[in-house]
């Protein structure tokens, strides 16, 4: 199918403008520089969600941070391991600043552990990234002691948050959210001037070692993620989009286009490939096709019009 | 090798995705098995070197197979794995038969390297450590670099056996003064003498002067031979293993721990490191 | 192993006293009479949960009523069909005497739309079913449009559920809980009586198909169960086991003797094989073995000293 | 057949878990397979009832696959399935190779009975619910049960004819003052007749008497012969298909609409329904 032939697939996550609504989910896809030996990224994706990035450098978590869970899924505590913004502008400014010029929209993600580090992180960015199309905030990381989950478990703290780094930048702000209370703490999040949501983070859980009793990861929990916890992320995001007017990204355990498909029926503007990355490197161009694909087999011109077009 | 402390810095990896076709795959001693298959990989991977590989029949676990090579021939696009029937994983993989085909991510890490100085080199492999090692002695044969090999195991396996004669099949040192030495050791004696591999490379060390260390195997035992090339001033390089979410430096996940503070990746930094630079 | 040499396998649920910690979860064993096909039920297992019943019968959902999910995982919305208190106990009274007379011990699951329906459905069983060794009261059911998850989706409103049943029996009452807000429901059910808490139901999710834009069952959402949730479950239950001294029976996605270790050692008392039973329909007693296997090679001479004993 | 409002309700069914090995498994067809397999079911099953299959290969889907047989021969303890593979499920099933062995849960639900009155017996079937017509009309030759069949289809496809030949091969009437029809018709005409199978069927029926109908195949065409079979007061036993969870009445998942109120399993108080008694 010529893409002349095709329907429209440009989507505005919040005034982030893509090509296409395929994003990366933060974490499982670097910087994008590693995928290059893939594909062409900056010509291919709607956009790329860098990895957490903190004010100043993390070491993130001890060994192990990985384990493989026997239901399709994995379990990480990565703990956003970092080099500060200073450090990751100096390192990747310059590739992502190409990433842009091919049409590829950057969305920096911003981590701390409390206010004041997500505001100083929001400063730094903001002053040193001007590749940056938007910003995502990390509210939801589930492998730190302090602030990540913890700074987005309520909607007052969800809010607080936004409160602290809305006035520090005119960029697009997207919010990372935790797989729990998505209405309520979204409604909080819009009201506090958010232009998009993303959701879901990993869902915590846990495994035991039987033998040594003792967990297979450096924590007692960590993050569980993969086509295990799709239905329950596309639930979310269908919840989660009835409750709000700003656009959604949908992220689950997409691994083709009809994972991608379910999340944009279900209300998602854009989504973003995760674990998927990792076994299957190819796997996000292929699901700009698939779904492209889907949204010509569906006869619409445009594929905002598939977005929550679900019918129940 | 420098480690970067950030590992996901510098240009875009030569790794890609490759298909590969099965030709042969059999058990060449119990539990060990070796997988013969047709792969672009073959003419790209260097020793110590590895590739992520996709194994078809469970897609509950979703993670792709991290293995070394053994033999990589560029000419026939061929690459031998030798591999130990651990896990579900591998399992699998000795499930797969000839004509079977699925994909590799490769090559990834980075490999062992020729030794900077001049001067004998001495391999240290310890049980499932082997078949990197195997993969180490043939391209220090191919550079005509003499080098000792001491083997360490649990007990007499026929694996064991099958992976030394894979080695003293290999060509001998040229326009060295002393010959090969290929010493085997295992903790109930019941192959070679009875000791500890750091406990025969204390002897040796003490009898032959050696410019570069290579060892895989156990973290206890690479620790061991760490140390005693740190005493004797010997260079020393360890591959190390981790559990790897993708190979090639995306998520983070297989990070090893760095004399010089924060952390490596073994999966892209590695897995051959410089044994100084590691805490061990 | 020999029976003698093997360690102690029976635990206490809270009252309910079980040969050994192996339940079932209610809705995916029948009433037990379907599996003696497979095995003898009274004579292998601690205890058997009955599908849920309410007062009067329940027709429950339309067709579809279930959907596989790709990651390890199946949708269902059976929505508790069920024949009323008195059609259950004219049906199954019989046989589930028999059960108990092996040894078996046999757990009544109540279900309703309101506190009026879960109180007539606990005063019909009080009064027609001398056979049961306790009840569970299911405030967690995704699949009902009034009652169910809605009974429990605060500690408040849970709390109103187990004042309202506590004084109607004697024997012991279990609350089947849903999948969020454990710790903080877990303390607001012991406050107000209950003997044991069990967790987790299935998760709610949600699969389109997207080419009709449609939902793969009878309603937008349902019940997620199976290996998919397993790691999710074992966080749920080590959090709850936490928060409170009444005894928890470990529920999601055990598929053999080491899922059912996890869930003992983050502080179960008790487990249930729920999904597991429909497609491997011995499991549970395989379960039984591997569980006293596992005990053994711990080299504990009582299960209940694996209870909690996970290391962090 | 007389369906209980709650199903799980009767005595524990003979269900089991059974291993099987499979000793051929080919295609017939263009997307039709033949599996047959030594299994202590084929002693046990009864045309119409099915088992439920453990598939290995992919255990991200839990769930075992329904299928219905063909042949069922006691005393070799063989069982044969005819399946089109059409989803994920029933392409790994073709995957299996002579040797492979896994488990069936079986015999599941109640099978096709055979006719109560005197009398001829007419064959409906719609394109995948052909194998199991096939089952009925051997279980009503066995029985010297004169019959006709009607077979609709799509469009002519291999399958269809395979099933086909396998009708003609049965044994013809006996004692029957009329010889058996097999009638074939298509929505395109490219075999047979052009037309919908409930065309054919009035077309007989109003030409034979029948005392009892067996039809099985896509829902609305199930309903137009159930419709017809009202009609003239023939009796109709209808095979219906649902989505499954246990197989067995556990789990409630595969629930069928009753004209009496309330619902039905298929798995236990089907497939093989009285179409009367049926929501069509």
Redesign the interface.
Known sequence: MSKDAGPRMAVNLGGITMRNPVNTASGTFGNGEQFEGFYDVGSTLGAITCKGVSAIPWEGNPAPRLAELGGAAILNSVGLQNPGVAGFVGRYGEYLQGLRRKGCAVICQVAGHSLEEYARAMELFEELAPFASGFEINISCPNIAAGGAAMGATPAAAAEVMRTVRPLTTRPIVVKMAPHDVAEIGRALEAEGADALSLINTIPGMSIDVRTRRSRVCRPTAGVSGPAIHAIAVRMVWECARAVKVPICGIGGITCGEDAAEMILAGATAISVGTANLVDPACAARVVEELEQWACDQGVTDINELIGAFEC | MTIQ??S??????????HGFEVFSNEAVADGVWRMRCHTPVASLIAPGQFVNV?V?????????IPLSFSVAQATSQTLELVYAVVGEGTRRLSCMRVGDTSTM?GPCGNGWALPTHEGRALLVAGGVGLPPIVACARMLAEASVGFDVIVGAQTSAKHVEYLLDELRRLAPDEGCDCARKVLVCTDDGTLGTRGFTTDVMADLIADRPYAQAYTCGPTPMMAGVARLCAKRDIACQASLE?????G??????????LVA???ALCC?DGPVFDAREVVW
């Open positions: 402390p950030d996901l810095a510098g240009t875009a990896s030569a790794t890609g995705v996709a078809p029949g469970d897609s509950a676990h979703i993670l792709r991510v981790r559990m790897m979410g993708c090639f430096g995306a998520c983070s996940c297989c990070n090893v721990a503070g924060g952390y892209k």
